[in-house]
């Protein structure tokens, strides 16, 4: 192991459940994972981006699942210290995830200076890309990746709507599905017109002008839709049920996941999972399939991302960047779900 890695570190720990500003501690003495399993690599951390997963856990999940104190978030850039006789060398730029970070035994997340991951879930750095958005990249791409092609069996020459198109599932959802070869329609508020379009969206729709159901229904698209990614995770399901006028007959609607964000709209996710799941045809039920999913880490995924991410075919976007120790506004900023594109905190000031 090389001589110059310390034996504790900086990193932010989540010592209750709560919100950030109630769980987050930041501490000093940290011990760094200097120990490393056949296959693993510790990383440096320069930059970590935070993730809407990252604060639910923190304030939703219970002990059972996650053990106190650990450090939060899954998706990291930075720089390998400690090959460990894999395929890396001392000195390498690489991004990657870890879908078990924070539940693993070591209870550490990439909101510290160091990190002991296995090499399979690290990559090199996009070409032309700085830590800070290569940092972005990993879970909202897969996210997308999964939304479009795995679970949505999205095909080249199809139509897809993205609901959300400038959250940071959004964002890669668009430029994965016209990297593929199809016609994209997204929606986002007024602000994000220009972004959205830039991705290279089709047809932009602004969600606060009327309801998406209501536009889309009286606007209708031809050919309809084979696919519908709600990257926003709406409890309302009027987008899904109004959607045999707009839903190809085989098309499929799916969600990233509806998530109550206060208690009054838990009944409306029961009337949504009502609609999707019991009520029949004949009583009104909607003739078009609905899921959700949870992502995870391909290897064979991130390659095929971040060689996108290389050719200039798919950009990462960045809405804003934290320092180390001004974590908990950086949640409290992604938070509000207003963020166009992800919220990155500088591990390591002099990284960028
Ligand atoms: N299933 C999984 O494994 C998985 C993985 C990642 C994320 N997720 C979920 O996916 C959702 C999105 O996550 P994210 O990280 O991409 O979020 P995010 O980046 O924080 O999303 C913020 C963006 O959402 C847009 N937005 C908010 N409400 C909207 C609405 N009603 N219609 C259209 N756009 C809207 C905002 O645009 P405006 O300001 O223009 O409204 C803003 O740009 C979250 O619920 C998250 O928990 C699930």
């Known amino acids: 192991m090389p001589s110059n890695i310390p034996g504790v570190q900086q ?14 501690r930041f501490e000093t003495n940290v011990p760094v994972p200097r120990e490393l ?8 951390i320069h930059a970590a981006s935070i993730s809407q997963a990252g604060w639910k856990i923190m304030r939703w999940m219970p002990w059972i699942f996650i053990q106190r104190p650990y450090t939060p978030e899954f998706d990291f850039a930075g720089v390998v210290v400690d090959h460990n006789n894999t395929h890396f060398s ?23 200076q160091y990190i002991r991951i296995p090499a399979s879930k690290v ?10 958005q290569a940092s972005g990249i990993p879970g909202s791409a897969l996210t997308a990746y999964r939304g479009l092609f795995e679970v949505g069996g999205l095909e080249a020459g199809q139509s897809v709507f993205i609901n959300g198109g400038s959250s940071s599932v959004g964002i890669f959802a668009i430029q994965l599905a016209k990297a593929k070869g199809c016609r994209v329609v997204a929606s986002a508020s007024g602000k994000n017109e220009e972004l959205v379009r830039s991705l290279g969206a089709d047809d932009f729709i602004d969600y606060t002008l009327a309801p998406l159901s209501q536009t889309l229904s009286s606007n209708p698209q031809y050919p309809k839709f084979n696919l519908i990614l709600d990257a926003v995770g709406l409890v309302d399901p009027s ?26 709209e838990v009944l409306t996710v029961f009337k949504l999972f009502w609609n999707v799941s019991m009520r029949p045809t004949w009583l009104g039920g909607v003739r078009r ?14 390659e095929t991302i971040t060689q996108l991410v290389s050719d200039g075919k798919v950009k990462p976007i960045v809405d804003s960047v934290y320092p180390f120790e001004d974590v908990v506004n950086a949640y409290e900023h992604l938070m509000t779900y207003r963020a166009g594109g992800k919220v990155i905190v500088m591990v390591d000031r002099e990284a960028n």
């Open 11 to 24: 990193a932010w720990r989540a010592v209750g459940r709560g919100t950030p500003s109630e769980a987050l």
């Open 289 to 302: 399939k609905w899921t959700f999913y949870s992502t995870g880490l391909k290897p064979e995924v991130l």
């Open 239 to 264: 987008l899904y049920t109004s959607c045999e006028a707009y839903l190809a007959p085989n098309g499929i609607f799916v969600s990233t996941g509806p998530q109550p964000q206060v208690w009054g």
């Open 90 to 112: 001392v000195g390498d730029k690489v991004f990657g995830t870890d879908d078990n970070l924070p539940t693993s035994s070591l209870h550490q997340g990439t909101l510290a």
């Open 123 to 132: 990559l090199p750095l996009p070409s032309d890309t700085t830590p800070s």
């Open 37 to 44: 399993g056949e296959g693993e690599v510790l990383v440096k």
